[in-house]
């Protein structure tokens, strides 16, 4: 047990944009954007599975580029464009590519990995990552899914990536 | 027992949403889209925050906690220990028996595993949850532990009789036999390791009680709050719509959860408390370790004439878990001769529990990789001696199979594998400096049977909402039971809304034991009967009914439309129906309970599983088979092995839906693919810690390690096993898995690697 811990009672007033939304906050520095998120905002789509960035189930996206939420602070992402999962599918509710691939190859069980793994397949199609099986498992590999749906993440993705390019 | 069959579309089970069509997960929109709220996701005015601290002693006392620092931290508005935290009542265990003390305490003054929890913190928020348990100091009167099965401290254990299975005279027959193999097979501590983590969010109101908690068992865990808080059973309301995985860690309620209603209580306000990943590892038990020797004698065709199999398992100090592991050994192969034994021993960890086929699992890889050695030993191929000695009854219940395709897996399996090209000789086979073994392995899994009880309304729309206190945790239980309800009843599948988690609704048993679906799609089977009955009776004799003047003995219900047989009169849809006769709803609560059974069997059918039905009952006995195909490519160099196909053929009878049946399936392959290779528990010997408690050092499998997995049902429809014929799904596929792989790397490079996970270091 550390005596030396001490506790700011500091808050930052921040202003996050989440999904195209502006969101004022008033949070500690220490808060992460994963707790933000889940928290603060009630988006609870993007899921803490471990807290420690091993698992992939709050991978959201910054300014396009997938990142963990759990190793992000949220005073560290202010001004910068964030997307969650809740953010994927368009105004009217079509779903993305990505989305729609999933439910279509069962791409999950239990649903909990399932938003990080979205939202990394997404990613991983943008940056040109899923042009064969091989490719698509490496780069999916930072996601975990203990129901191991992976076969079929892989087909959603490959499904994804054609209609995407198509 | 009986296969119903259905009223309406029975040969039409191509369609998606009939009972055996391929229709997407029915939650799956709520999943893709961050919709699906979990349980501990509600959002409640006032909510608190709970943040434990556990024990750093594996064994000893808590001589004294300081919780000043803790107390006086920003936001902090409770420290709970063992003197301070409100006196709970004792709970009975799950099947019914009364608990050995009047009083429990969720916090330990007594330690006996690393990790218990000692202390915790409440506050305002998660983050000065966090800080403040890190200013609680705990002071320890330390004792040796036991830190697991090899400990010098550890001993043989206590024999449970119980497991003992005996007949004819098995160390005899072994002595004689002409042909022997005698070999030790372990396996470490496993974990559950599901991506949500265990926690709940509790609320009082008044002395009732509402439990948001990720839940495989919401009446089980319900009473288990009754019980510690002395409320009655309908004071607790648990809800818990999806589930982030259980694989059997989620079926009871733990000191966790206990902490978390106390706090609640004291406080006056709703706590939420979630473990963090490496509470995980010790909050709750995963698969106890275990060691099994099995002894084979057989004559010089490969006939088994003796099977001498004794086994431990690791329990804890103060709680007793016995994995099964003669399940398997005792019913895969027919020998006239045959003893089992199995000790439990009891180290400093938390009590173990049930993880994916408990028992089956470890058994099969025990008995299938001992076959596996017999076959060498005799050189004759390893599916060729499974066939010799396969068992065309229960060698042990002496009963016959309800049914038992495992057979017709074998030969579906080998042929798409390809088995005939194998080269029977080890490290034969090779693709450069990657050494190829093929490895062979069957599994099974009993049927669990309970009864089960639903609810079916018909509502004036015409739509159709099914109630259960059962789960989803990603089983497909949402889905098959809108099916079931959908075909039963004659209505589009999109008309149906099934509504589960939550324990106010139609009771519901454990979600395990891979028995739920069988037990649900039964309920809602005769659920929705009486309900289509109730509505045709209406119809019928209701002087508003369109239908009363037609004089019909029935009428017939599709697509949502009421009609004649014959197609005479009128065709009304059921909410112009509703409409006609001035219903708001048609109610139906069906079960399978018998029709005598008092309210008080009742609720211990669906708060104990003391109830459940055995699967050796009357003339039948009742499995699940499968057998693995599995090759690996073994790096010559290095020892690194890769799985690079498997092809698993599988009976689990008739399947109610195959699109979410094949994904559990591979779902246990890929389980199996992890504690063949990467999992195990690892335990500092100076402290009797779990030292990869995180999913960085406890290695589950990533995308990257799976390969193409090739499923194939061979299951036909089982009337003995459940009411629409299916066997169990959940945990069949996983059984089989490890043994298939070492047997695989066997072949591969020659080296028998018989304690697992099957790492490099083993192999060079």
Redesign the interface.
Known sequence: ???Q?T?S?TTLSILLSINGRDHALDV?P??TLL?AL??RV???????????G??G?CTVHVDGERVLACLTLAAQVEGRSIT???G??GEDGT?NAV?AA???Q?A????????GQ?MSAVACIREGHAGSDDE???Y???????????????AAVRQAAQELRS | MTVHDLKHAASDSARLEAVGGRLSRVDGPAKITGAAKYAFEQQLDGLTHAVLVGATIAAGKVTAIDTRAAETAPGVLAVLTPDTIMELRGASDWFGNPPALSTYCPLAREVTFSGQHVAAVVAETFEQAVAATALVKVWYDETPAIVDLSDGKAGDGIAIDAMTKEWGDAQAAFAEAPVRICAAYNTPREFQAAMEPHGLIARWEGDELTIWEPSQWLDGMARTYAEWFGVPFENVRLVSPYIGGGFGSKALALAHSAVAAAAAKMLGRPVKLVLNRPQNFTSYGGRAATRQTVAIGADKTGRIQSIVHRGVNETAVDGMWVEPLGSVTSIMYATPNFSSKQNVVRVNTVVPGAKRAPGENPSAFGIECAIDELAHELGIDPLEMRLINYAEQDPHAKKAWSTRQLREAFAAGAEAFGWAKRSPQPRSMRDGRQLIGWGVAAGTYPVRRAHGEAVVKIMADGSVVVESSSIDMGQGTYTILAQTAAETLGVPVEQVSVKLGDSHFARAGVTGGSRLAGVMTGAVYKAAGQALDELIGLALSDPRSPFQALQANTLSVKDGRIASPRGEGPELSIAEFMAAVGRDQIEAKGDTMPANSTPEQRYKNYTTIAMALPHTEGDWSRYSWCAHFVEVKVDEDFGTVRVSRVVSALDSGRLYNPKLAESQWKGGIIMGIGQALLEEGIVDRRHGRIVNGNFADYMLPTNADIPDIQTISVGIPDPHSSALGGKGVGELAIVGIAPAIANAVFHATGKRVRDLPITLEKLI
């Open positions: 047990m550390n005596d811990v506790i009672p500690e220490r808060v707790d889940r928290e009630h988006l609870t789509g993007t899921k803490k599975g471990c807290d420690q091993q698992c189930a969650t999962i809740e994927l599918a779903l989305q999933f439910l279509e069962d999950f069980q239990c649903g909990y990995c399932t938003p979205i698509i498992r490496e999916m590999a930072g996601n975990l899914c203990r129901c191991g749906a992976y076969p079929n993440i892989v």
